[in-house]
Each structure stands twice: as structure tokens, then as C-alpha cells.
């Protein structure tokens, strides 16, 4: 154990301590990843008497560091080499049943393992000299860690009735580091599931990213489901469960196959805005489901449908409005052309066409596209993924050829204006989309002289002059 606190400062703090004969231990996640050997940037650490002061000197031994107080709530932050530190008194804590913020009173630091939400979080190591090093550990955390369990150290229902945050944390933790939750700690948090509302959303968002960033995300949307907190906190997600059969057809369960589709691409990608598409893709099919006598089961336009739902469940869930969302919404209803491009004999013009509406999204979009393939048809799967090579090939090509990932029009409607002595509106924007439909049609090629040469022909066409001619 010894060795492995190897940051510079651990040894400081130890003598800091020991110097103002106060005791001092490191707490909570970092121990944990420590003994999961997981690297983290911050560190916790609890000190019998004021967390506060303990910064203080720390900060002053390091030379007159900066130290972040934070009055009201009794700690204090300081960063040093490359790590957080933060600081806190041991604490005895109480709760009131309308509130996440307990009541606090000063403690052992028995009592203030016993706040800690699981066993694995509440494991301690003492840094004073005389014990360095030395783990302390009154709930099993260690077995527990070694068994890849998520257990409270209370009782369980009052546990997450105290902090019912912590029913998404216990669901992130066995997402994230792939632990399972002890069945009667599982019970407690799908009898505690109502507790959540009064959670704030965005510290429920914070959880929930944490599992979409996890190496398998439906492990703990899944979990979330079988709780019930699933539907109380994204009524979206369940809404796609379920099958359905009308003359012996059945259309798949689009929550099973969401989470296939989610779980596919996080293989592939890291990025939480991707995955997010991927959560998404289906969600404008519960609305759009019809059955049609000889066609079977439809979702015409589920993903439009998803673009404008996921505006919605943005804004509600209090996810950024800004270009993240756009990136989403737009991958949301772009996720089917790929898929259909491969479906029919891949042209230029349709790859172009991909290319102009997917821009530097194009190769997101693909792998998307790509994780969406789950039928249970193996043949009709080798097919796809064999089209799609061919789809991904002819994309290389007419980019390197055309350019259109980032396309400008390259005749701008101010120079359309001033040529043909036009007054702004219709016929100036009918004009510049001629253009670039020709170029993205493979009529003209992309450049300024082709374009010009192609405005005059069209506005000829038109009945429209050129300004010299006029007068
Ligand atoms: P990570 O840093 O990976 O998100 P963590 O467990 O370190 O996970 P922090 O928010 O950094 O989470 O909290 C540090 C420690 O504080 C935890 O390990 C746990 O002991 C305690 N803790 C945090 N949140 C809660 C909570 N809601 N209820 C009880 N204890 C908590
Ligand atoms: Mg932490």
C-alpha cells in the first residue's frame, strides 16, 4: 500500500500533519481507484478537526499555494502537480426527508466512512507516520472491491432515501467499472425510485453521462430500466419497448435494439455526443409506428420525428443547446441514408449528396450507420456490410475528386444581384440552389468558372438579362 501513494503530495500532507499533531486520511474514490489500480485526479481528504485549516497549512508549507474556501459547506480545494485536493472534518451527518442536504455535525472518522454511499467508497488510509499507509476499512470495502460488488454500508433504503443521487451513482459505478449491485441494495433502490424527483436534473445527467461513457452503456440503462428509474427519469427510452404482431409480422423491440446499436458504437467511439445519436436514432419510432396491410410494420419519418424529440429531451434534461445538440439532432435524421444509399447501385450524385448533408460529420454518421445493422439475418447483414464497404470507397472518391464534405456555393447571391441588377428575394435564391444542385448532381464541376458559365445558361433560360445587356 505504501509505495502506491506515490504523488509528491502525500508526503506533505503526512508532514504537515504530524507537525500540527492533527489526523489525517485519504478518503473515499481516490483509495478506491488506487486499489483498482485506475488512475484519478482528485483527492479527498478528511482530517479529525477543520478541513479548512489543514488546506491552509498545507497550501502555506507549499510555498503559499492558493486555496479555494468554500465557508458554508466546511471544505477548502487546493491543486498541486497535476491533482485536486480536497479537503474536509471528519462529519457526522443527518437527513430530513425534503432535502439532499443533510444535516452536519463534526465526527469520528467512523462516522464519516458511515455517510459514504458504498463500502467501496468508504475505504480510508491513514497518512500520519506512525500508520502510514495503513487501510482502514470498518464495512469490507477491500472484499468488496475484490468481489466487484456495490453494497451500502447502512441499511439501504435509508440510504438512498437520504440521497437518492446515490441510486444513480450505484448504477454508474457497476456501468462504469462493470461491479453488480447487491440484490438488496438493488431492491432499496427500486423502492426508493420516487426519491429521485427530487434530485436535481442535472446531477442526474451527470450519472447518466458517466454511463453512456462506460465501456458497455446498456449495462447500466439496463439496470436503470429494471429499477424503475428509467421510465420516471426518460420515459422516451421505455416508450420504445415492446413488440407487436399483426398478421404474424412482428417489427423488433427498438429498446433491445437501441441499446445493441449504443453499445456498437461505443466499441468504436468515445465520444459522448456519438453515443448520444446512438441512444437516440429510434426515438421518433414509437410516434411513427403504423401498420400497413402489405407493406408490414412502418416508422415513416421516425427520424425527423427523433430530430424535433431530441430538442425536446434536450432542453428537459437540461443537455446542452447548443452545437452538441445540432451535431445529435442532425445524425438523429441523417441516420437512415447511408443504409438506403447502400440498398440501390451507389452513384456519384448520391454520395455527393451525403457528403454535402453530412459534412465533417460523414464518417460519425457512417459508423452509426453501421451499428444500426443488427438484423438477425446473417445474410441480409453480410450484404449491408459489404455495400456499406462499397459506400465508404465511393465516399473517399468523391471527395478526393469534388471536394462537397465542406461545400460552398460558389457563386455567391450578392454577385448573382449586382450581374443581373435583381432586387434580393426568390429568383436569387431559385438561381444559387440551380447551381449548386448541378454541382451536387454532377451536371458541372465544382469550381467559380463552371458555376459562372452555368448562371448565365440557367438565366437564360429564365428570361433573365444580364445587367449590360439591359441598358
Ligand atoms: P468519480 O470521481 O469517479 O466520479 P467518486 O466516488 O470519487 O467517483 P466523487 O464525487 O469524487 O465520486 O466523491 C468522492 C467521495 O465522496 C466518494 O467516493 C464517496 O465516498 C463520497 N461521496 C460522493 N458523493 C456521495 C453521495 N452522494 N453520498 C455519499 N457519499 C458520497
Ligand atoms: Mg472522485
Redesign the pocket.
Known amino acids: 500500500m505504501k509505495n502506491r501513494l506515490e504523488h509528491p503530495i502525500f508526503k506533505i500532507l503526512s508532514e504537515t500533519a504530524d507537525d500540527n499533531g492533527m489526523e489525517i486520511y485519504v478518503?473515499?474514490?481516490y483509495v478506491?481507484d488506487l486499489l483498482l489500480h485506475r488512475t484519478?485526479k482528485?483527492i479527498?481528504i478528511v482530517v479529525k478537526g477543520s478541513g479548512i485549516k489543514m488546506a491552509e497549512l498545507t497550501a502555506k508549507r507549499l510555498g503559499g499555494l492558493n486555496v479555494n474556501v468554500f465557508p458554508k459547506f466546511g471544505t477548502a480545494m487546493l491543486r498541486y502537480k497535476g491533482v485536486e485536493v480536497e479537503f474536509v472534518g471528519a462529519r457526522k451527518e443527518s437527513y430530513r426527508a425534503d432535502s439532499r442536504k443533510p444535516i452536519v455535525e463534526e465526527g469520528s472518522l467512523e462516522d464519516d466512512q458511515k455517510?459514504?454511499?458504498f463500502t467501496i467508497?468508504?475505504l480510508a488510509i491513514s497518512l500520519n507516520k506512525a500508520t502510514y499507509g495503513k487501510l482502514i476499512d470498518p464495512f469490507n470495502g477491500e472484499k468488496h472491491l475484490e468481489e466487484r460488488l456495490i453494497i451500502t454500508p447502512l441499511e439501504p433504503g435509508i440510504t438512498f432515501s437520504d440521497?437518492p443521487?446515490?441510486m444513480m451513482?450505484a448504477i454508474r459505478f457497476a456501468s462504469q467499472l462493470n461491479f453488480h449491485i447487491d440484490p438488496l441494495t438493488f431492491q432499496a433502490i427500486a423502492d426508493n425510485k420516487e426519491r429521485i424527483k427530487i434530485v436535481s436534473i442535472e446531477r442526474i445527467m451527470d450519472e447518466f453521462n458517466k454511463i453512456m461513457l462506460s465501456p458497455e452503456p446498456s449495462r447500466g440503462i439496463s439496470l436503470m430500466d429494471d429499477s424503475g428509474l428509467l421510465k420516471i427519469v426518460f420515459p422516451e427510452l421505455t416508450d420504445l419497448k415492446g413488440v407487436e404482431t399483426v398478421d404474424k409480422i412482428r417489427h423488433k423491440d427498438n429498446f433491445l435494439h437501441t441499446l445493441t446499436v449504443l453499445d456498437t458504437v461505443a466499441l468504436y467511439s468515445g465520444d459522448l455526443w456519438l453515443r448520444w445519436a446512438a441512444l437516440l436514432h429510434d426515438i421518433g419510432k414509437p410516434a411513427t409506428k403504423r401498420y400497413i396491410q402489405g407493406q408490414g410494420w412502418t416508422f415513416y419519418g421516425h427520424n425527423h420525428v427523433g430530430e424535433r424529440l431530441t430538442a425536446k429531451i434536450f432542453k428537459r434534461l437540461k443537455l446542452p443547446q447548443n452545437e452538441k445538440m445540432r451535431y445529435v439532432q442532425k445524425l438523429v435524421s441523417l441516420h437512415m441514408r447511408p443504409i438506403v444509399l447502400s440498398e440501390e447501385e451507389v452513384t456519384d450524385s448520391a454520395v455527393r449528396r451525403l457528403l454535402f448533408d453530412a459534412g465533417d460529420d460523414i464518417d460519425d454518421l457512417m459508423t452509426l450507420a453501421e451499428a444500426d445493422i443488427t438484423s438477425k439475418n446473417e445474410e441480409k447483414v453480410r450484404r449491408f456490410l459489404k455495400n456499406f464497404k462499397i459506400v465508404r470507397r465511393k465516399l473517399k472518391e468523391v471527395e478526393e475528386k469534388d471536394s462537397v464534405r465542406n461545400f460552398q456555393p460558389p457563386i455567391r447571391g450578392e454577385e448573382i444581384i449586382s450581374t443581373f441588377n435583381l432586387p434580393p428575394g426568390p429568383i436569387v435564391g431559385e438561381i444559387k440552389n440551380a447551381i449548386k444542385e448541378a454541382i451536387l448532381d454532377g451536371i458541372i464541376e465544382n469550381s467559380y468558372e463552371t458555376a459562372r458559365t452555368y448562371m448565365f445558361e440557367i438565366t437564360k433560360q429564365m428570361g433573365i438579362n444580364r445587367m449590360d445587356n439591359n441598358n
Open positions: 478518503i473515499g474514490g478506491r484519478s482528485d479527498d455517510r459514504r454511499d467508497n468508504a440521497d443521487l446515490r451513482r
